[in-house]
């Protein structure tokens, strides 16, 4: 049963109305580059492979939408608008950006909501480094008189973790990363096991390295192989994912890629995500052919980044939880 207050939404006035403000900012941003607004289905017959996300799922009753008849169908919620905009791209739509919900299963905190609002943009003859300078100049037009930006560093993922922890990523083993986090106080995470050494990386990074990150904008950039997710490699010794994420005053706001075109090789990273899985007693989820037929009919060069306006607005706010910025987080939804 409700209480007096339950039904009450946690952002205030002021909150309400800075994100109609910052949301209106940045379709200036793009209006004035000439990017594209464009709108793509939360539903999906295919998820996200990631095995670090969770999707939600939901079923669709009644005619098919191609026979005509009855049926059932699985649908995932989209934990990103990434891959129908790659269609958009591949059929030649030129840059576009998108502002959407999207979510995610488990993702819960001062930091985290279950359902969240996203910024993804694509920008066609551009890689990260390109990318980079572009989310650099959003934040400048969005966050200028608000919260404007007190420095702007980039640093390597190699270069970071040796300032930081004094360890280099591509060779460390997981018991050495296991040793900086309990020289730093963290507990060994629940669930985590010997072979998943990315997974461990991820846990170094965000328990101990990105605490000391500060309130300047961050760009780390050359990630491990390993973690390249959606991105192609840039070749050297060892070869190094084309991606960067970006942290503004302390907190995770953005992932960004040189993207990936070759459609054989995203599908052998879909079929890799399904096989780990499965290791972990998760269940595969089915790859989305339809990107990966867009992909072979030809993506233009380009490079995409998703954004959270959420996060976002609390640095802007100055929140210490996302519940100040969200009318009705998930406690009150």
């Not at 939901?58 to 905009?85: C, I, N, Q, V, W």
């Not at 488990?106 to 930091?111: C, L």
């Not at 066609?124 to 560093?153: C, N, Q, Y």
Request: glycine letters at 8%; hydrophobic letters at 40%; charged letters at 25%.
């Amino acid at each position: 049963m409700a209480t007096e207050t339950d039904w009450r939404p946690t952002a205030s006035r002021d909150a309400l109305k800075l994100r109609s403000r910052l949301l209106a900012w940045i379709r200036e941003y793009f209006s004035g580059q000439g990017v594209i607004e464009v709108d793509t289905p939360v539903l999906a017959v295919a998820g996200t492979t990631d095995p670090a996300i969770r999707s939600f799922t939901t079923r669709y009753h009644g005619p098919s939408p191609d026979a005509g008849h009855g049926g059932e169908m699985k649908l995932y919620l989209h934990t990103s608008p990434e891959f129908p905009m790659k269609r958009l791209l591949a059929a030649g739509s030129g840059s576009i950006y998108q502002v959407c919900k999207v979510f995610r299963d488990g993702e819960a905190g001062h930091h985290h909501n279950p359902e969240f609002s996203l910024l993804e943009w694509y920008r066609t003859g551009f890689d990260h480094f390109d990318l980079m300078d572009d989310v650099e100049k959003l934040l400048r037009a969005v966050l200028d008189g608000i919260a404007p930006l007190e420095s702007v560093d980039h640093w390597t993922c190699r270069e970071l973790f040796l300032e930081v922890v004094g360890i280099d990523p591509f060779p460390a083993t997981v018991p050495e990363l296991q040793a900086v986090l309990h020289a730093h106080g963290v507990h060994d995470p629940v669930g985590l096991g010997p072979d998943d050494r990315d997974a461990w990386l991820d846990v170094v990074m965000t328990h101990v390295i990105e605490p000391s990150l500060g309130q300047g904008l961050v760009f780390v950039r050359d990630y491990p192989a390993s973690q390249a997710a959606l991105a192609r490699l840039r070749p050297g010794k060892p070869p190094v994912a084309a991606r960067f994420e970006a942290y503004l005053g302390g907190l995770e706001l953005a992932n960004g890629y040189h993207e990936l075109a070759d459609a054989t090789e995203q599908q052998q990273r879909f079929e890799k995500d399904n096989a780990c899985r499965a290791l972990q007693g998760a269940t595969p989820v089915p790859m989305d052919e339809k990107l990966l037929a867009a992909l072979a009919a030809g993506l233009p060069d380009c490079a995409g980044v998703a954004l959270g306006i959420d996060r976002l607005l609390m640095i802007a706010a100055r929140a210490t939880s996302m519940d100040a910025v969200l009318a009705f987080p998930l406690s009150r939804a």
